[in-house]
């Protein structure tokens, strides 16, 4: 599922030149009827538009959609991403900290959770040096 049909297009064409059958949904992350216990794995990509009220509930859903022993592959933006200003949204309030997806996925088993800063091009809206951020963990 992605809110954009551009990324949904590249994603199309990428996965038609290898071989790969997938199976599109352009949605909104935030009113979609999200499934419970129907991945096993969930992918949240640069999804720091949400504010933190609505995070809180994406939050949610991207746990309950995971069946157990799913596995949640996050990145994002630190506070420090504000500096760069090559991606992502101008309010550090949106960005990520390892303390806060410490207590956000707390019910999960944390495997990796990283802040590093990297030079990215992923098009004229992510280019430039970056503060990333990187979870990856496991649904009990």
Same mark, same amino acid.
């Given at each position: 599922m992605e809110y954009s049909l551009? !990324?949904?297009?590249?994603?199309?064409?990428?996965?038609? @030149?290898?071989?790969?059958? &997938?199976?599109?949904?352009?949605? *909104?992350? %935030?009113?979609?009827?999200?499934p419970v216990q129907a991945y096993d794995i969930? !992918?949240?990509?640069?999804?720091?538009?949400?504010?933190? @009220?609505?995070?809180?509930? &994406?939050?949610?859903?991207?746990? *309950?959609? %995971?069946?157990?022993?799913g596995l949640l592959i996050l990145q994002g933006y630190t506070p420090k991403q504000v500096e760069y200003k090559t991606g992502g949204p101008p309010q550090a309030e949106n960005m990520y900290t390892p303390a806060l997806l410490r207590t956000v996925f707390s019910e999960m088993e944390i495997l990796h959770l990283a802040e590093h800063e990297e030079f990215i091009a992923e098009g004229t809206k992510h280019y430039g040096m970056s503060a990333l951020i990187d979870l990856v963990a496991r649904k009990k």
């Open positions: 551009p !990324a949904v297009e590249k994603a199309k064409q990428l996965a038609q @030149a290898r071989g790969v059958q &997938l199976n599109f949904q352009v949605a *909104d992350v %935030l009113t979609w009827t999200w969930v !992918a949240a990509i640069f999804i720091q538009f949400a504010s933190p @009220a609505d995070r809180a509930k &994406l939050f949610r859903h991207l746990q *309950d959609a %995971l069946k157990p022993g």
